[in-house]
């Protein structure tokens, strides 16, 4: 007899100084909003056998906690995406890592599809700068990739960042926190649109937030990103899903905006802005020279932008 969601405590998935997977999975999911089991295996437990988060991930299933649909487009019987149920949502929404974001249950599997292939490409994206990251000695995990981030811009609008990245280099002597907006873009919309990515980024550059109660309109409060960030992240854009001859040409198309947009070439001369095709990152890794500065050069690695 399968239990309901509620005759579980959730102490029982409370954190604890081990970190249970269990735990792990739950909120991998909460902030991931969707993976297949290989992505969590991947982020969790790279080392360890599939069948370990196979037995989690199915324990999870039958308390209610998470439900897993097809991944459109291959053998249904192999390889599925795995998200939180309304129950899940609710046990993780008081966790510390997520507190100040909204719960994102998914009620349905037409509903987890239909989100499926652009969150997948968006962690697809993260998992090479972990994979560099257990390499080289750095510090970047599953929780310092945070997804749909979004920032005020003026005029009542938002910028919404696929993801905020907070990365760590360590060497010997010095650790450099390193901060990267990033943006996946799988050809869905037109070049030209991607570009104008670029404007919303330069808007938020300048963007300065009235404070309560200033009636003069002059009077600002600084740059409204400083709530965030000590320092202005730099923006990654990774490419995916068409011809490598269009990605380039979609790069070009970024480099170009970034040289004749007044905005945006003031914040090209300030902020590292570059741009990857996805497998090449995949194949040569982040720290690899796949990363074209949209300012211009050389491509690079991209904490060299």
């Not at 037409?110 to 257990?134: C, E, G, I, M, Q």
Request: cysteine-free; aromatic content about 6%; glycine content about 6%.
């Amino acid at each position: 007899m399968t239990r309901s969601p509620s005759d579980s405590p959730a102490t029982e998935l409370a954190p604890s100084p081990a970190e249970p997977l269990r735990l792990q999975v739950l909120t991998a999911l909460a902030l991931h909003r969707l993976a297949t089991a290989s992505q969590l295996r991947q982020m969790l437990r790279p080392d360890n056998s599939r069948q370990l988060l196979s037995r989690v991930l199915n324990k999870l299933r039958s308390t209610g906690f998470v439900d897993l649909t097809p991944l459109p487009g291959r053998d249904r019987s192999r390889t599925h995406v795995w998200y939180l149920t309304p129950e899940g949502a609710r046990l993780t929404r008081d966790l510390p890592l997520l507190r100040g974001r909204p719960p994102y249950p998914i009620t349905s599997n037409t509903a987890a599809s239909l989100k499926t292939p652009h969150t997948l490409t968006v962690l697809r994206a993260h998992l090479p700068f972990a994979t560099d990251a257990r390499r080289l000695g750095h510090e970047h995990g599953p929780w310092d990739w945070t997804p749909e981030v979004a920032h005020p811009i003026g005029e009542g609008e938002r910028l919404v960042a696929d993801a905020v990245m907070h990365y760590t280099l360590i060497d010997s002597e010095h650790r450099l926190k390193l901060r990267a907006f990033v943006e996946v873009d799988r050809t869905t919309m037109s070049s030209e649109r991607l570009a104008v990515k670029l404007i919303e980024y330069a808007r938020l550059f300048r963007y300065e937030a009235q404070p309560i109660g200033r009636r003069n309109p002059a009077s600002t409060g600084g740059a409204a990103w400083l709530r965030w960030y000590p320092v202005f992240p730099r923006v990654l854009f990774v490419l995916t899903g068409s011809s490598r001859a269009r990605l380039k040409n979609r790069i070009s198309d970024l480099q170009a905006m970034a040289a004749q947009h007044p905005l945006v070439a003031v914040l090209a001369r300030e902020i590292p802005l570059g741009a990857a095709i996805l497998e090449d990152v995949e194949q040569s890794g982040p720290a690899g020279a796949v990363w074209v500065p949209l300012a211009g050069g050389a491509p690079r690695p991209w904490a060299n932008l």
